[in-house]
């Protein structure tokens, strides 16, 4: 399948192999804004900790990496239901603020879905708290859920995942 995201062109998924994640952290890091708290994330040693790892890349140049998320608990039990947990997320920094970023949070959805989440918890940075608000995410108090120090428990609703996913199938082709 593929999408075309408006100003974009068509992308499509893929599982993100060691050589695409080596040229992301070769490509990304200088273009990250420096007060984000992720200038220093290396996308592969978070490919080795992954258990569901995802990439959105330029369906004419597969070669072009788009978007990378990652999960190491994709079916994170908690005592409120099972969860799709999302903890890496990164647009290529010049790809920020466009379409691509709210296709791909919907491809997310699509994944979370499948995996029959009740719904998406998120470590947020500090600094992309508004940014997930933005996509529907609310402060999670799931006194389970325990996040990496620093970062900020979120959940998106499975109702709001619906809304997300059908978001990205809107420019779905094919």
């Known amino acids: 399948m593929q999408w075309e995201p408006e100003g974009i062109g068509l992308v499509r998924t893929t599982r993100p192999g060691r050589w695409r994640v080596e040229q992301v952290d070769l490509d990304w890091p200088a273009r ?5 708290s992720n200038t220093h994330w290396k996308w592969t040693l978070i490919l080795e900790q992954s258990k569901d790892p995802w990439g959105v890349v ?12 990652s999960s190491e608990r994709p079916r994170l039990t908690l005592s409120a239901g099972t969860f799709y947990e999302l903890a890496w997320f990164e647009v290529d920094p ?3 603020n466009t379409r691509l970023a709210v296709v791909a949070v919907g491809l997310a959805a699509h ?11 998120l470590p947020s940075l500090p600094e992309t708290v508004g940014v997930w608000t933005d996509f529907g995410a609310a402060p999670c108090g799931y006194v389970d859920y325990d996040v990496p ?9 499975r109702a709001i995942l619906v809304t997300l996913s059908e978001a990205a199938d809107e420019v779905r082709k094919g």
Do not use: C, Y
């Open 32 to 36: 990250r804004p420096a007060h984000h």
């Open 58 to 69: 330029d369906s004419a140049d597969f070669s072009r990496t788009l978007v990378l998320w």
């Open 94 to 96: 010049a790809l920020r």
């Open 111 to 121: 994944r979370a879905l499948e995996l029959d989440a009740a719904g998406l918890l």
């Open 149 to 157: 120090e620093g970062a900020v428990p979120m959940i998106i609703s």
